[in-house]
C-alpha cells in the first residue's frame, strides 16, 4: 500500500526556487491501477521520481508498505528500489548488448538471487508479459518497440514488487503497438493483481487504468475512477 | 538452533562469489563489444609492461653474465696490488704497475698464512708479440708461476702449461691465449712454433682454453710465459704487478684478507693504515660492477615505465569514455537497485581486466623480445620470475589507480539525471 501525506518539493538552482509539488496528499491501494494524468510541467515526474525512491520530497511523508522512505540514504533507497519498486521508461532502457532474457534477471543480480532461479523467474516473467519464447535469446536491439516494452515490463515485475511504475510507457509507439503494451499492463493487473502507476498525459492511455489522478501546477486537481474504461482484451 | 547462522553464512559466501562472477560477466560483455577500443587500451599497457620487461630482462642479463665471467676468473681470489686504491673511487682507477712495492719474497711470507690454497705472483706488461710468418699483435704477456692455472681457473686447451722447471731454467716457453693464438696463427696449430715478444724468441708450449671477456681485462688476449724468464729477460726489473691468492673456502676470505695486509705492511714496514698496497677480494669487484649494472637495470626500467604510465592513462581516457557513454544505462542500472559500490566495482573491475590482460600479453611480448634481443643481437638476457610477478602487480595496480576515478564518477552519478542523459 502507498500512501502520500502533504508531499512537497522544491527545486533550488541559485536563488530561484521552483516548486514542482504542493502538498500532495493520496492513497493507493494494492491492486489498484492507477494513472497519473497531467500536462508536462504539471510536477507528473517529480511525483513519479518520489514515489519511485530515486528523490526524496523537500517535506511530507511517503509511505511504502507502511514504512516511511521520505528521507532514506542513497544506498537505503537503491535496495528500497531493488526490493518494492518496478520501473517501465518511455526509451526502455534496455542493455543493447545483451539478450532478451539477460535484460530481464539484471534486477535478480543486484538483489542477490542465484543463478538457477534468475532463469526460472525470468521466464516466468517474460510468459506474464506474453513475450514470445523464440525471441528471448535474441538481442535486445534487434527487437521492435513494442517488442522492447515488454521487455522492459517483464523485467519491472520479475522481482515481485509492490509497485509497477511506467512512465509515458507508450511514448515512443504507434497506437496499435501502445494497445498492446497497454493490454499488458492490464492482463498482469487482472491475472496476478498487480499495482500499477501508469504516468501519461494522454487521456486516451490514461483511461485504460482504474483510476486517474490528474496533477496540475504541483497539485491534484482531481481524483476518481474511469467512468468509460477503456479494455484492450475483454475477458 | 545452529544450522541457521550458518545457513545465512553459506549463503552470503555464495551470493559473494555469484556477485564477483556476475561482474565478471558484465565485464566481459562491456569489454567484447567494443574491441577495437578495448584492444587499443589493452595495446598501451602491452606496450608498457612489454618494454619493462624487456630492459629489465636486458638489464639482469648483463648482471648475470659479468657476475659468471668475474667467477670464471677464479674462485675465492683475493688479489694484492702495488699502490693504493682511492676509497670511491673503485678498481678502475687502480694504477696497476705505478708502483713496485711487491716483490718475489713477499710471496713466500703470505704462502705461510693458514687459509692460502695457492698463490700465484704475477708480473704483466704489453708487448709486441709477431709470429715468423709476419702477423703481429699486440698483446698482455704475464709472467706467471704453474700456480697461475689454479688461482686463475685456467686450463690449456692444447699442449702443456708452465712447468716449475721452465721458472727454474728460465725457459724461454709461451702459453698463447685462444685470441692471440687466432690472431697470429688463424686456424692452423701453433704448438711448437717459435714467436718474439719483444725481439726475444719462444717456443709455443700450449693454448689456453678460452673464458670470455670479464668486461674491462680480457683473459683469452693474454700469452703466459714464464715468472723468472720475464723478470729477467723481457721487463728486466724483479718487481711484481700482482700477487693472486686462492683461498681454500669463501668463509676464510676476510680472514685471510686481514692477514695478508697485516704481513705484507709488517714486511713493507709501512702503517698498516696507509699501506703501499692494496688488497682487492672478488666480492669487492663484483659489488662495483653489480652496483653498474644495476644502476644500468633501474635507468632502462624507469624509462620503459614512462609508456606503462601512458598506458594508464590511456586506461583511464577509456573509462571515462565509456562512463559517458553508458550513462543511461548506469542510470537504469540504479534505478533497478544496483548500489554505488555495485556499478564502482563494475567499472573499476573493467579497468583492472584491461591492465591485467595487458600485463598477460605484455609479459609474453617482453619475453618475445628478450629472447629475440639475446639471439639476434647476442645480449644476455634474463626474465627473472619477480620481474614478472612485479609486472603483474603494477598492472593491477595502474588498473586500480586510473581505473578508480572513472569509477568513482559512475558510482555517484545521479540516477534521475543518467536517465535522462541523452
Given at each position: ?9 522544491i ?7 521552483t516548486?514542482a509539488?504542493h ?20 510536477g507528473?515526474?517529480?511525483l513519479?521520481?518520489?514515489?519511485g ?10 509511505f511504502?508498505?507502511?514504512?516511511d ?8 533507497l537503491?535496495?528500497?528500489?531493488m ?9 526502455y532502457?534496455l ?7 539477460r535484460?530481464?534477471?539484471?534486477p ?5 538471487v ?14 506474464g508479459a ?5 525471441f528471448?535469446n535474441?538481442?535486445s536491439?534487434?527487437l521492435s518497440?513494442?517488442m522492447m516494452q ?5 523485467r ?11 512512465d ?7 497506437t496499435?503497438?501502445?494497445e ?6 492490464q ?6 493483481g ?7 498525459h ?8 482504474e483510476?486517474?489522478i490528474?496533477?496540475?501546477d504541483?497539485n ?8 468509460h474504461?477503456?479494455?484492450v482484451?475483454?475477458e | 538452533m545452529?544450522g541457521?547462522?550458518i545457513s ?18 558484465e565485464?566481459?560483455?562491456?569489454l ?6 578495448s584492444?587499443?587500451?589493452i ?5 608498457g ?12 642479463g648483463a648482471?648475470?653474465q659479468?657476475q659468471s665471467?668475474?667467477?670464471?676468473l677464479?674462485s ?8 693504493v686504491?682511492?676509497p ?6 687502480a694504477?696497476r704497475?705505478s708502483g713496485q712495492t711487491l716483490?718475489n719474497d ?8 693458514a687459509g692460502v690454497?695457492y698463490i ?13 710468418v709476419g ?8 709472467g706467471a ?7 686463475r681457473n ?8 708452465i712447468?716449475?722447471?721452465h ?11 685462444p685470441t692471440?693464438a687466432?690472431?697470429l ?5 701453433p704448438?711448437?712454433v717459435?714467436?718474439?715478444i ?7 708450449i700450449?693454448?689456453l ?8 681485462f ?8 714464464p715468472?723468472?724468464?720475464?723478470q729477467?729477460i723481457l ?12 683461498v681454500?673456502s669463501?668463509?676464510r676470505?676476510?680472514?685471510?684478507q686481514?692477514?695478508?695486509a697485516?704481513?705484507?705492511?709488517e ?6 693504515q696507509s699501506?703501499d ?14 652496483q653498474v ?6 635507468f632502462?626500467?624507469?624509462v620503459?615505465?614512462?609508456s606503462?604510465?601512458?598506458?594508464g592513462i590511456?586506461i583511464?581516457?577509456?573509462?571515462l569514455t565509456?562512463?559517458?557513454?553508458r ?11 544496483a548500489k554505488?559500490?555495485d556499478?564502482?566495482?563494475?567499472f573499476?573491475?573493467?579497468?583492472v ?9 605484455g ?5 618475445i623480445?628478450?629472447i629475440?634481443v ?5 645480449i644476455?638476457?634474463?626474465v ?9 602487480g603494477?598492472s593491477?595496480?595502474i ?7 572513472p569509477?568513482?564518477?559512475a ?6 539525471e ?5
Amino acid at each position: 500500500m502507498i500512501e502520500c501525506k502533504n508531499i512537497a518539493k522544491i527545486y533550488k538552482s541559485g536563488e530561484i526556487e521552483t516548486r514542482a509539488l504542493h502538498n500532495v496528499s493520496f492513497k493507493i491501494n494494492d491492486g489498484e491501477f492507477v494513472a497519473v494524468m497531467g500536462p508536462s510541467g504539471s510536477g507528473k515526474s517529480t511525483l513519479m521520481h518520489i514515489l519511485g525512491c530515486l528523490d526524496t520530497p523537500t517535506s511530507g511523508e511517503y509511505f511504502l508498505d507502511h514504512k516511511d522512505v521520505s528521507q532514506l540514504s542513497d544506498d537505503e533507497l537503491a535496495d528500497i528500489r531493488m526490493r518494492k519498486i518496478g520501473f517501465v521508461f518511455q526509451a526502455y532502457n534496455l542493455l543493447p548488448r545483451a539478450t532478451v532474457l539477460r535484460n530481464v534477471t539484471l534486477p535478480l543480480v543486484y538483489a542477490g538471487v542465484s543463478g538457477g532461479e534468475r532463469e526460472c523467474r525470468a521466464k516466468e516473467a517474460l510468459r506474464g508479459a506474453a513475450f514470445p519464447e523464440n525471441f528471448w535469446n535474441h538481442y535486445s536491439n534487434q527487437l521492435s518497440g513494442g517488442m522492447m516494452q515488454r521487455v522492459a515490463i517483464a523485467r519491472a515485475f520479475v522481482n515481485n514488487p509492490t509497485l509497477i511504475l511506467a512512465d509515458e510507457p507508450t511514448g515512443n509507439l504507434d497506437t496499435k503497438t501502445g494497445e498492446v503494451v497497454l493490454d499488458t499492463f492490464q492482463q498482469l493487473h487482472v491475472e496476478q493483481g498487480r499495482t500499477i502507476v501508469l504516468i501519461t498525459h494522454e487521456p486516451y492511455v490514461a483511461e485504460h487504468a482504474e483510476r486517474i489522478i490528474h496533477i496540475r501546477d504541483g497539485n491534484i486537481v482531481e481524483d476518481g475512477s474511469v467512468k468509460h474504461r477503456r479494455v484492450v482484451h475483454a475477458e | 538452533m545452529l544450522g541457521y547462522p550458518i545457513s545465512i553464512v553459506i549463503s552470503d559466501i555464495l551470493i559473494l562469489r555469484m556477485k564477483i562472477l556476475d561482474i565478471l560477466q558484465e565485464t566481459y560483455i562491456a569489454l567484447s563489444s567494443n574491441k577495437i577500443r578495448s584492444g587499443l587500451t589493452i595495446l598501451g599497457i602491452v606496450i608498457g609492461i612489454g618494454s619493462v620487461i624487456a630492459m629489465v630482462s636486458i638489464g639482469q642479463g648483463a648482471s648475470g653474465q659479468i657476475q659468471s665471467s668475474i667467477e670464471g676468473l677464479g674462485s675465492n681470489l683475493l688479489t694484492v696490488m702495488p699502490g693504493v686504491i682511492q676509497p670511491g673511487r673503485g678498481i678502475v682507477s687502480a694504477g696497476r704497475g705505478s708502483g713496485q712495492t711487491l716483490k718475489n719474497d713477499d710471496v713466500e711470507a703470505l704462502r705461510q698464512i693458514a687459509g692460502v690454497a695457492y698463490i700465484s705472483p704475477e708480473l704483466q706488461r704489453r708487448f709486441q708479440i709477431v709470429s715468423l710468418v709476419g702477423n703481429n699483435t699486440n698483446s698482455t704477456v704475464i709472467g706467471a708461476t704453474p700456480a697461475y692455472a689454479e688461482v686463475r681457473n685456467a686450463s690449456v686447451a692444447d699442449g702443456s702449461f708452465i712447468a716449475e722447471s721452465h721458472i727454474r731454467s728460465m725457459g724461454r716457453v709461451a702459453v698463447l691465449g685462444p685470441t692471440v693464438a687466432q690472431d697470429l696463427f688463424g686456424d692452423s696449430n701453433p704448438i711448437g712454433v717459435t714467436i718474439r715478444i719483444n725481439r726475444t724468441n719462444f717456443k709455443i708450449i700450449g693454448v689456453l682454453q678460452s673464458k670470455g671477456s670479464s668486461g674491462f681485462f680480457n683473459p683469452d688476449d693474454t700469452v703466459i710465459v714464464p715468472l723468472s724468464t720475464m723478470q729477467k729477460i723481457l721487463a728486466g726489473d724483479s718487481f711484481l704487478s700482482t700477487i693472486a691468492i686462492s683461498v681454500e673456502s669463501k668463509e676464510r676470505m676476510p680472514q685471510v684478507q686481514e692477514e695478508a695486509a697485516f704481513t705484507l705492511a709488517e714486511k713493507h714496514r709501512v702503517d698498516p693504515q696507509s699501506p703501499d698496497f692494496s688488497i682487492v677480494s672478488q666480492a669487492d669487484i663484483l659489488g662495483t660492477l653489480t652496483q653498474v649494472t644495476d644502476t644500468f637495470t633501474i635507468f632502462l626500467a624507469a624509462v620503459a615505465s614512462i609508456s606503462l604510465v601512458v598506458g594508464g592513462i590511456g586506461i583511464m581516457n577509456m573509462m571515462l569514455t565509456t562512463v559517458t557513454e553508458r550513462t543511461r544505462e548506469i542510470g537504469l542500472r540504479k534505478a533497478i537497485g544496483a548500489k554505488k559500490k555495485d556499478i564502482g566495482m563494475q567499472f573499476l573491475t573493467e579497468a583492472v581486466l584491461l591492465t591485467f590482460l595487458g600485463g598477460i600479453l605484455g609479459v609474453l611480448l617482453g619475453w618475445i623480445i628478450s629472447i629475440a634481443v639475446s639471439s639476434f643481437a647476442g645480449i644476455a638476457t634474463e626474465v627473472s620470475i619477480q620481474a614478472v610477478l612485479l609486472a603483474f602487480g603494477v598492472s593491477a595496480a595502474i588498473g586500480i589507480i586510473f581505473g578508480y576515478y572513472p569509477a568513482r564518477r559512475a558510482a555517484s552519478l545521479n540516477p534521475i539525471e543518467a536517465l535522462r542523459y541523452e
